[in-house]
């Protein structure tokens, strides 16, 4: 966001709008919209940009609906070419675009990981049941996959239970959404998966006009990690917001005998993927290993210094 191109000079008494925006949903059915542009190009990238309301019926604005695979047409590229904005359709303070749009996309993801949280429920466990033959339902291996699935999906409805009542409590949006928006884009990966093992090629395809539920539900699950924010944005914001991990990938650890060193971040895994090998353990006897400046209960990693003994 903070690399847009899109850009609004003020010309008297209106700003000239020139760029364009892709993925925007609905475009093609609404009067009027929200767009940041770059207002001040002197300045670093996450500051100069401004926010305005912009009437989509405005000349000089071109909506195109992107064809989906599923046969649908939710979202739009728009094109502004000297499109006339008021002067007074700035919204907030000239140059804040870019605080006011972050606080925009963590209510949107509160909206997308909250979605139908108004009780704890099981939609996608309860489609994929509807689907799966008797015999299937019987096979240990399947009702375990399903039974995955219940949990995963009672957990993100809880957890977006609570982040609702923080919202009504008058608190701001924090990391809570981009959690609940990750859990259902992990939950739709899985569902996916399990769609096409138990359905098949019938999962995805269809005769005729439109398709039904399954199919649709896994044709748009591909967007859940990308729509919103991505899943990698996502992580961000949970692992420096959430969870105060250090930003870099390198983190330096130091030893109690005062010398440190770098170490890179062990790399994350889906602890969802049925694909994915086992997490590789240190022995538990590593952690025990008597650490020369210390008292035996060493952490377990080595610095430089001391030798293989020496733990940091």
């Known amino acids: 966001m903070a690399s847009l191109q899109t850009k609004a000079e003020l010309d008297g008494d209106e700003w000239i709008l020139n760029g364009q925006k892709v993925w ?3 475009a093609h059915v609404s009067d009027y919209g929200i767009v940041i542009a770059r207002t001040d190009p002197d300045q670093p990238k996450h500051a100069g940009i401004s926010m305005f309301i912009i009437d989509l019926k405005s000349p000089g604005v071109e909506i195109r609906s992107i064809h989906q695979i599923d046969g649908g047409r939710h979202f739009n590229e728009v094109f502004f070419t000297d499109v006339r904005l008021p002067k007074d359709n700035l919204i907030g303070d000239l140059n804040n675009g870019w605080r006011l749009a972050t606080g925009m996309l963590m ?3 509160v909206a997308i990981g909250s979605s139908g949280s108004g009780s704890i429920s099981q939609p996608t466990y309860k ?3 509807k689907h799966a033959s008797p015999e299937q339902l019987q096979d240990p291996t399947v009702r375990d996959a399903l039974m995955k699935l219940y949990c995963m999906e009672s957990t993100k409805a809880m957890v977006a239970l609570r982040t609702r009542a923080e919202l009504k409590a008058g608190k701001t949006p ?6 609940g928006k990750l859990a259902g884009s992990i939950i739709a990966r899985y569902a996916r998966g399990l769609a096409l093992e138990l359905a098949g090629p019938s999962s995805i395809a269809w005769e005729g006009a439109g ?3 399954l199919q649709r539900y896994v044709l748009n699950s591909f967007q ?9 944005i996502q992580r961000n ?3 420096d917001r959430g969870l105060g991990l250090p930003r870099n990938r390198w983190s330096t650890r130091t030893c109690r005998s005062g010398s440190s060193r770098s170490a890179p971040r062990s790399p994350r895994r889906d602890p969802t993927s049925p694909h994915d090998e086992p997490r590789t353990r240190r022995p538990a ?3 025990r290993r008597v650490h020369p400046h210390g008292d035996g209960a060493a952490p377990p990693e080595r610095c430089t210094t001391g030798g293989s003994a020496c733990w940091s």
């Open 107 to 109: 209510y949107e993801r």
């Open 285 to 287: 006897l590593a952690a």
């Open 174 to 179: 924090g990391p809570g959404g981009s959690l």
């Open 224 to 232: 859940a990690g990308i729509a919103g924010g991505t899943d990698e």
């Open 127 to 129: 489609m994929l049941v």
């Open 211 to 213: 398709g039904d539920d």
């Open 237 to 239: 914001i949970i692992g």
């Open 24 to 26: 925007t949903t609905l």
